[in-house]
Antibody, heavy 119, light 110 residues
Framework: EVQLVESGGGLVKPGGSLRLSCAAS????????MNWVRQAPGKGLEWVSS????????YYADSVKGRFTISRDNAKNSLYLQMNSLRAEDTAVYYC????????????WGQGTLVTVSS | QSVLTQPPSVSGAPGQRVTISCTGS?????????VHWYQQLPGTAPKLLIY???NRPSGVPDRFSGSKSGTSASLAITGLQAEDEADYYC??????????FGGGTKLTVL
């Protein structure tokens, strides 16, 4: 069974940093591209970043470029999102999602982890 | 403001058919990138409903169907059921291979 479990969310002050993790199981993690998608309270989905299976290709939304860094450790079946210079508008539930092969669709999602940026 | 445009809400009675539109531009849907659709029930993570414009993952009822034409795409739900009440999102990619979502459509089953 495919499972994605996010962790690392919490309350952080503006300007602070946080590192999210996503533990994957039930599939060959090293074969799949992965994404981070966020959802602000009461709002819609926003794509944040994606990383290819071997980390060769990495993309960011303009809203986080230069502040967030996506990475993965295929040996540990884990995906990460390092978030620096956090702003109030980064407050959201952050989901990690697996990309279905050859489609760029997100076929499995974690339960999400809440990041709150507030003083 | 979302890159892809969806109606904020749609509604229908049980058994009826509803459609949800998703309008993009020549930079995303019109550039040939596939459209995917997600269903999000209250308090839960999104679930993939349609991928590659019109394909259903296993387990998704054939009451759900998708189509794409030009710079737009549509999700159709036939035989509406109470459990279909949810938020629906379309997704595609832009020419820089960054993901783009629609603003979401709340489906109310009357």
């Amino acid at each position: 069974e495919v499972q994605l479990v996010e962790s690392g969310g919490g309350l952080v002050k503006p300007g602070g940093s946080l590192r999210l993790s996503c533990a994957a199981s039930g599939f060959t993690f090293s074969s799949y591209s992965m994404n981070w998608v966020r959802q602000a309270p009461g709002k819609g989905l926003e794509w944040v970043s994606s990383i290819s299976s071997s980390s060769s290709y990495i993309y960011y939304a303009d809203s986080v470029k230069g502040r967030f860094t996506i990475s993965r450790d295929n040996a540990k079946n884990s995906l990460y999102l390092q978030m620096n210079s956090l702003r109030a508008e980064d407050t959201a539930v952050y989901y990690c999602a697996r990309e279905r092969m050859a489609t760029m669709a997100n076929d499995y999602w974690g339960q999400g982890t809440l990041v709150t940026v507030s003083s | 403001q979302s890159v892809l445009t969806q109606p904020p809400s749609v509604s229908g009675a049980p058994g009826q058919r509803v459609t949800i539109s998703c309008t993009g531009s020549s930079s995303n849907i019109g550039a040939g990138y596939d459209v995917h659709w997600y269903q999000q029930l209250p308090g839960t993570a999104p679930k993939l409903l349609i991928y590659g414009n019109s394909n259903r993952p296993s387990g998704v009822p054939d009451r759900f169907s998708g189509s794409k034409s030009g710079t737009s795409a549509s999700l159709a739900i036939t035989g509406l059921q109470a459990e279909d009440e949810a938020d629906y999102y379309c997704q595609s990619y832009d020419s820089s291979l960054r993901g783009v979502f629609g603003g979401g459509t709340k489906l109310t089953v009357l």
